[in-house]
């Protein structure tokens, strides 16, 4: 019994044979699809946490007329009209009723000197006017009466009432009226003359606008001395300066190997470095017939057709000279983008939106180029980074690092 029960526990070696041999040939075919799927794996990890080095460009904004532009130049806001107001008399300021940027108006009075002297003096002369009157009033009342008397000796004369000598002492007596009351006219014209010349001192003494504006400078202020050439000590010139906000315009140097492109009447654009989002039209005013040596350059003055109340004077401006006038449609901004920055994926446009280190792909419409950009009729806005000469393998979601801003 012990043999048989140990004969029964023989291993059988030949049937297990073709079990091990298979199981041996699938083990490199595993491994394969492992170290495949590592790699895989590992090549998608570090894509995912590797930042790709990318050029950036920005989506700006741009207008029409720059594909009509003949030339560009610089310069600034001046006012054509513009004054420094002072006064002919000399005093010290007791009133002064503007501050910059107060809008007056022609003759409105904006100070006033210490005038009692003057003004005393004008009173004084209109009372000479009344005394003067009144001399006149009293010597025709006297030449009426020699005249009356003249008229009776005549007809007394006449009648052998009385003597030569008594009518030759009347017509003297009318006669001697007759200088008096020319006098006493001279008289009244002296003293309206006097009058009128007192009431300019004290006219003086009220500064006055000499035309519509605005206040843009403030040189005195109460208790000031002002006099008309500030030759005193401590005495100011100017008490304000104002200008006429309705002639401004652009005065640019251009250079006079391009003055060809230049003429009187041609259209502009204008641009202030204070309003970079405004485009204003403009049409060439003067170009003064002169060149300035040291430069090589023409003075060309601009004038605004559209009007902005924040346009001020000494703003700095760029102006584009145009070849014709742009249409009422084409005067506002358009998006635009390098076209280096577009790509094709599926035969569709598309560029790649830079947000948070990332990119995101994004469909775009392309218009008409503007020249050297070309126009994004739907797409990123205005200000956004997007991805320069995208390269081919560069997908959705990568990790990014911008080179070149």
Not at 49 to 60: D, L, W
């Amino acid at each position: 019994m012990a043999n048989e029960d140990l004969s029964k526990l023989k291993i059988d070696r030949g049937g297990s044979t073709g079990v091990t041999k298979r199981k041996r040939r699938k083990r490199p075919m595993v491994t394969l699809i492992a170290a495949a799927a590592l790699a895989l794996f590992l090549f998608l990890y570090f894509r995912s946490i590797t930042a790709i080095e990318i050029e950036s460009a920005t989506v700006t904004t741009a207008y029409p007329s720059q594909s009509f532009t003949l030339l560009n130049a610089t310069g600034y806001v001046v006012a054509q009209r513009k004054a420094a107001v002072a006064s002919k008399a000399t005093g010290r300021v007791e009133w002064l009723g503007v501050t910059e940027g107060s809008k007056v108006k022609k003759g409105e009075v904006i100070a006033q000197l210490e005038n009692k002297d003057v003004s005393a003096t004008m009173e004084q002369a209109a009372a000479n006017i009344k005394v003067a009157e009144a001399n006149l009033h009293q010597g025709e009342a006297e030449l009426i009466n020699a005249q009356e008397s003249l008229k009776r000796t005549e007809d007394l004369l006449a009648k052998n009432f009385i003597s030569q000598a008594i009518y030759d002492e009347a017509i003297a007596r009318s006669r001697k009226s007759k200088a008096a009351v020319i006098g006493y006219q001279a008289a009244v014209g002296a003293a309206q003359a006097a009058y009128h010349v007192a009431q300019i001192s004290v006219e003086h003494t009220l500064i006055r606008a000499p035309f519509d504006g605005v206040v843009l400078t403030k040189s005195a202020n109460i208790g000031d001395v002002v006099t008309p050439f500030s030759s005193a000590l401590n005495a100011k010139g100017a008490v304000v300066t104002m200008a006429d906000m309705d002639t401004l315009e652009v005065e640019a140097d251009v250079s006079e190997s391009n003055l060809h492109k230049v003429r009187l009447d041609q259209p502009c654009e204008i641009q202030l470095d204070a309003l970079p989002e405004t485009r204003l039209r403009g049409v060439v005013q003067r170009i003064v017939p002169t060149v300035d040596r040291s430069k090589a350059t023409v003075l060309v003055k601009v004038r605004f057709v559209d009007h902005d109340p924040n346009i001020l004077p000494e703003m700095s401006a760029k102006i584009a000279f145009l070849e014709k006038e742009m249409p009422a449609g084409q005067r506002t901004s358009r998006t635009v983008i390098q076209p280096d920055a577009i790509a094709k994926r599926d035969d569709k446009k598309i560029v790649f939106l830079i947000k948070e280190g990332k990119v995101i792909e994004m469909p775009v419409e392309t218009g008409q180029e503007i020249g050297d950009m070309i126009e994004i009729l739907n797409g990123p806005k205005p200000g956004s980074k997007i991805v320069l000469r995208p390269s081919k393998d560069l997908d959705n979601g990568d990790i990014v690092k911008a080179i070149v801003e």
